[in-house]
């Protein structure tokens, strides 16, 4: 999923530039029907003499190729983004192009806010992804449970580093305590499973910053199947 870019390049005032690098990790989840989920179980063997691992995901080639999709970001009907994951991290805060902060998101907080968390930031997970939180949580992710499924629940994530920026215009002295993130939690999405916190742009005093991920195929590792 491409994230629509909402830099605000400034005309006047002060600038606030905010870059952000790490590991990151293009996130989609959809369902196939059991019929697909056997293709797959029964053709990735196949798939792997015919295809290089190294050069191409197999998952996204069986999606081509078995489900006729145009890649694997085609599951994607209850959640999809691409961004960075949130522990790992790397951020720069300049302020009129002068280095106001540099560290981890973990440094970020020891250093300016007194509680565990950045009090101005925003979880937007609702906007990105659905949630089906089973009600029988405790036999839901038995084999046996699987089994009975007609429809299979699928997550992919890719393994990429990314390098992203944004720009924003405001027009009083910089004050840290209006600053946040805009975040993700991946296990307020699907069936609840924890792949992690993720950032997807960042806010000062009540303007967004959505930051712009490189599209194209990544590199992942087989889809996880509840």
């Known amino acids: 999923m491409k994230i ?25 989840q959809g369902f196939i029907s059991k019929n697909d989920y056997n293709e797959w179980i029964n053709n990735k063997e196949k798939l ?43 951020l720069e805060i300049y302020i009129e192009d002068k280095l106001f902060f540099s560290g981890k998101i973990s440094d970020l907080m020891n250093k300016h806010f007194d509680e565990d968390e950045i009090t101005k930031s925003k979880n937007v997970s609702k906007d990105y992804g659905k949630s089906f939180l089973p009600e029988d949580w405790d036999n839901f992710f038995t084999p046996e449970s699987f089994n009975k499924r007609n429809n299979k629940l699928v997550t992919t994530l890719t393994a990429e580093n990314f390098e992203v920026s944004g ?29 992690g916190d993720y950032i997807i742009g960042f806010t000062y005093d ?5 930051l712009e991920f490189p599209g194209g195929v990544g590199p992942q590792n087989s889809p996880v199947f509840h």
């Open 4 to 28: 629509t870019d909402t830099h605000n390049k400034p005309s006047e005032g002060r600038k606030l530039e905010v870059f952000l690098s790490g590991f990151g990790s293009e996130f989609n």
């Open 48 to 90: 792997a003499q015919t295809y290089s691992v190294i050069q191409i995901s197999l998952w996204n080639q069986f999606c081509i190729d078995y489900l006729e999709k145009d890649g694997y970001w085609d599951i994607s009907d209850v959640s999809a983004f691409t961004a960075l994951h949130f522990d790992l991290a790397f």
């Open 167 to 195: 720009l924003l215009e405001f027009k009083s002295s910089f004050d840290i305590n209006k600053f946040g993130l805009i975040t993700v939690s991946t296990d307020e999405m699907g069936y609840g499973n924890d792949h």
């Open 206 to 210: 009540n303007s967004d910053v959505y």
